[in-house]
């Protein structure tokens, strides 16, 4: 079957590229007349019988027009993109492009359009993308629709750009929408102009290669009543500001024999004539791990994407209170990030979670981290992404270490109820989400 894939992949990228290409090409009314020029040339072969010919005929020459209107497009230009630092997949990313006119004449009826890095997947990720998405749609109902094309970055949209004078320049406000998160590289811009007829449209491109990180999808979550009370961390409220071993301050007092000569407090000491120490006290604060399940068979999968969405939710939610936050996850190696009270900012967690990508090692490999961590967390939150045998004997456990637990499973549409399992007798701790009512499930959290 290797070859006929093959086959297949050649075919999609050449329509792929076809398609794209007179999208930007045609304007609207452009598209009509090649729409006309098809239909027309398939049922205008019998031109003794039928005047169809004729209306090919007609399409033809104002293609032909309109093309050659084209060529006659002389511009040069330069743009500038003011990029914000973030975006959000699937929220619309808005900013501004200075254009400027590089030529001596006065430049009409301009259209502003992004280039965006070419998204297809190179054949072997392709490929694995089409072997799963055939074996899901056979496993599941035979009338289930395909999912959209997971690899598709970005919808472009395009600007109008006013007139622009000689050696001037303007800006111009301009907006797309990211589909997925990662990076997304624009590698120029394109200045567009129909031709006379406003058919088909000659194009003066722009190199300005340049990146912005899509952060992933959040849900908005109503204060939660997160599992675990408060606990002694080595460090105290310290830990969070100055990463070491320290404590809080307190107050001052005399010398005892054992003290640390580094908490000599020496102005106080010349004051007095006697040794004075700054003493301190360590505090109890909350500390949670966020535990994301990566494990999967599907790299770019729904089921991932929204276990990213959902824990990037969880830690706006938390890092909003006053609690540290550590994110566990296994990718090419195990990760564990901290956040919260001085130590990492929601930004840079959210910067992590917009690179998660799918790991294909045993699962046991994230329950060796998590293990190993739960001595200095309050409570565990814990995203999956299935509810096997695996996964809740990785609860149970936790359970087993005195480590309170709230877990959250996304499901397909439509998929059968999920038993609670090791969290029976707290059912308010266990919560599946359905892929296309997560919002609404997370929303109902207490």
Request: aromatic share 10%; charged share 25%; with cysteine.
């Amino acid at each position: 079957m290797r070859p006929i894939y093959k086959l297949f992949y050649r075919i999609y990228r050449a329509i792929s590229s076809l398609w794209y290409w007179a999208r930007r090409r045609f304007t609207p009314p452009g598209l009509c007349v090649a729409g006309v020029l098809i239909v027309a040339g398939g049922m205008g072969t019998d031109i003794e019988n039928t005047i169809t010919y004729q209306v090919f005929a007609l399409a033809l020459t104002l293609l032909i027009f309109g093309f050659v209107g084209s060529r006659f497009f002389r511009g040069k230009f330069s743009a500038t993109r003011s990029l914000p630092r973030f975006g959000t997949a699937g929220q619309p990313l808005h900013y501004r492009v200075t254009v400027k006119n590089l030529t001596a004449r006065t430049q009409a009826g301009l259209t502003l359009l992004e280039n965006p890095d070419d998204p297809r997947p190179p054949f072997e990720e392709w490929l694995a993308f089409q072997q799963i998405e055939n074996k899901r749609l056979r496993a599941f109902r035979v009338s289930e629709r395909r999912r959209k094309n997971p690899f598709q970055a970005v919808r472009l949209t395009e600007a109008v750009v006013p007139p622009l004078l000689p050696k001037s320049e303007t800006e111009v406000p301009f907006e797309i929408l990211p589909l997925r998160r990662g990076v997304l590289r624009l590698s120029g811009m394109t200045l567009a102009r129909p031709d006379p007829l406003g058919l088909f449209r000659a194009f003066s491109k722009v190199s300005a290669p340049q990146t912005v990180l899509i952060l992933p999808k959040r849900y908005p979550l109503p204060p939660v009543a997160l599992p675990g009370t408060m606990k002694y961390q080595e460090g105290g409220v310290a830990l969070a500001a100055n990463i070491g071993r320290s404590e809080e301050f307190v107050s001052l007092r005399d010398y005892r024999r054992g003290d640390p000569v580094r908490h000599l407090h020496w102005r106080s000491w010349a004051k007095t004539g006697k040794p004075i120490v700054k003493e301190f006290e360590d505090e109890f604060f909350v500390r949670h791990a966020l535990v994301l399940d990566t494990f999967t068979d599907e790299p770019h999968g729904e089921i991932l994407e929204e276990a990213v969405s959902v824990a990037a939710s969880f830690a706006c939610t938390v890092l909003s209170q006053e609690s540290l936050l550590d994110l566990l996850f296994v990718g090419a190696e195990s990760y564990c990030f901290t956040a919260g009270r001085g130590l990492g900012q929601m930004d840079q967690m959210l910067e992590i979670l917009a690179a998660v990508r799918a790991c294909n090692k045993p699962f046991a490999t994230l329950e060796q981290l998590v293990v190993g961590h739960v001595a200095v967390v309050s409570g565990c939150i814990c995203v999956l992404q299935k509810w096997d045998d695996a996964r809740k004997k990785f609860v149970k456990k936790l359970r087993a270490l005195g480590v309170p637990v709230m877990v959250t499973v996304i499901t397909r549409p439509g998929g059968k109820n999920l038993d609670a399992g090791p969290l029976r007798d707290e059912p308010e701790n266990f919560h599946v989400l359905e892929i296309g009512k997560i919002g609404e499930q997370l929303a109902k959290l207490a």
